[in-house]
């Protein structure tokens, strides 16, 4: 025996499952929104991550090029080789080692006093290049003079080029009894000597070393 469903049941029916659509409807959107809101999280979370690693690396992670750094400990590269184990080549318009250091530290250490080839320095102990002179820019003067005995003195100079400098110089001659009283620059120009003769005529000599400045000799 069939019971026909009335009209109003029908129509009741109908309405349900229109409610029912319209409910799992929204709770699909709100589930696609949080999807979305998770997966924002997520990724701002990795990326995070990923930079706060770069910034604090840690002992074994890889160097990575063309990023910071950034470690507290001593990194080693350590070999055996007829040639050198580590070679920066630049082939830009800039320096190919770039070492920063705190006020007052020393930017490099090394346990060889072997001379390094081709290596110019700006500054030595404090002192720039302009500052030194060649050997082959230097010259020497003397002069001399024979002493009158009886315990006089004899003073007399050795004089550089007009516009040179004198570097340094020294007296010869006294023999004892005779004295050496007085060997010393004058004048940024001159090397004066003062010996006092106490025998019979020494011959008494001044000598100054000179900076050959231009006009050259």
Known sequence: MKVKASPVNEKGHERMMKLTKTILKRILWLGRGAATTMGVAVMLAI???????ALAAAPGDPFKLGRTNTIDEITKLIGSSSEAIL?????????????????????????????????NADQLDGQSASDFISEDKTYTTSASEVGAGEGTDVELSADCDSGDSVLGGGG???????LLRVSEPIGGDSWRVIAQDNGNG????????????????
């Open 87 to 119: 070679r920066i080549n630049n082939n830009g318009s800039g320096p190919a080692l770039d070492l920063r250091v705190e006020q007052g530290e020393a930017p490099m250490n090394v346990n060889s006093t072997t001379q390094v080839d081709d290596l």
């Open 202 to 217: 020494t011959v008494v000599s001044a000598k100054a070393i000179c900076a050959d400045f231009p006009p050259l000799r």
């Open 172 to 178: 010869g001659g006294p023999f004892p009894p005779d």
């Open 47 to 53: 990326t995070v991550g990923l930079a706060s690693t």
